[in-house]
């Protein structure tokens, strides 16, 4: 299980001194926004564009049922973190760096007891995905 500390760190900041509130993070809302194009409005992967992609967009409502029935935090957020990258070959995710870099950070426990400074806006992307498994 994931722990979450929400602890301020960089993006807060320059939030801060820049004058503005950082926003609200819903990861049910980006899901809506940046990724139900592909994956469906309900994660199922039949999102209106995923006819036209080289390689299907996966169920992501299975994610738990295929791992075994435990959702795999660190992977789907490394998943997600990696295509903000682009730095993987033939990955048809788009990129999603300034959705996802230009947030506060947050101290997550993925499991091993280390804390690790991780994007708020991915975090909560993982936790409504979480929400969606099917048993
Ligand atoms: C342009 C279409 C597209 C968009 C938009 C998109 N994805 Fe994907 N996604 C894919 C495809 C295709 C795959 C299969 C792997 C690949 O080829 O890149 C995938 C794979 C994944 C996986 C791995 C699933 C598994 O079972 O291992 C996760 C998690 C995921 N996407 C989450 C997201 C999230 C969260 C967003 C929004 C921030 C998003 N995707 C936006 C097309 C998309």
Do not use: W
Not at 51 to 76: K, Q
Not at 81 to 107: A, F, N
């Amino acid at each position: 299980m994931v722990k979450v500390m929400r602890v301020m760190l960089a993006g807060g900041a320059v939030a801060t001194l820049a004058g503005c509130m950082p926003p609200e993070v819903s990861g049910r809302a980006d899901f809506q926004a940046y990724c139900a194009g592909c994956h469906g409005a309900t994660g199922a992967g039949d999102g209106a564009r995923a006819d036209g992609l080289s390689a299907a967009p996966p169920d992501l409502t299975g994610i738990a049922a295929r791992n075994g029935g435990a959702f795999p935090y660190l992977r789907v957020m490394s998943v997600v973190d990696g295509y903000t990258r682009r730095d993987q070959h033939g990955s048809t995710m788009p990129e999603m760096g300034p959705l996802i870099e230009e947030g506060r950070l947050v101290l997550v426990d993925t499991g091993d007891g280390v804390m690790t400074p991780t994007p708020e806006r991915l975090v909560a992307l993982a936790d409504y995905l979480a929400t969606i498994q099917k048993p």
